[in-house]
């Protein structure tokens, strides 16, 4: 057999493309649950943020107030 058929032949494989292939489908494998875990880690930072500025918002109560006073200004001179 020549070598490019060997290639095409999947009984053909050595152990060695056995594994490249193997090892092909666990990095998408990989990918995806990197992913999930991208999202997971993401989720409780923004969980985490929110919660601190509940309570940066309940121990300087004036900073905050000012700065709702700040946004709703925005609000009413924002042009759509």
């Not at 056995?18 to 998408?28: I, P, Q």
């Amino acid at each position: 057999m020549a070598d490019g058929e060997l290639r095409r032949d999947p009984a053909a494989r050595g152990p060695r493309e056995e594994r490249e292939a193997e090892g092909a489908a666990s990095d998408v494998e990989d990918a995806q649950e990197s992913d999930a875990a991208r999202r997971r880690r993401r989720a409780q930072f923004l969980r985490e943020l929110h919660e601190a500025k509940q309570l940066r918002d309940r121990v300087q109560p004036r900073r905050a107030r000012a700065a709702r006073m700040r946004q709703q200004m925005r609000m009413r001179t924002f042009r759509w």
